[in-house]
């Protein structure tokens, strides 16, 4: 069930990206609008990581990998 709540987190979080992005484009604050993409891509890799780093434990269980 959490990998559901991680999906919709995701999805959230990308709109409230993209409408931040659009946003300081348009209002020709393009350093401010890059930057802001670039924090929001880095709270999504962080949000992800330990559900990557939790699959390469269950391989490793699962063939038996030491």
């Given at each position: ?6 999906i ?18 348009q209002?020709?604050?393009?350093e ?8 929001g891509?880095?709270v ?5 990581l ?17």
């Amino acid at each position: 069930m959490a990998d559901v709540n991680l999906i919709f987190q995701l999805a959230a979080l990308g709109i409230v990206m993209s409408i931040l992005f659009k946003y300081l484009k348009q209002s020709e604050r393009d350093e401010i609008a890059y930057l802001t993409l670039l924090a929001g891509l880095a709270v999504a890799v962080l949000w992800v990581l330990p559900v990557i780093a939790d699959l390469f434990r269950e391989v490793k269980s699962v063939f038996q990998l030491y």
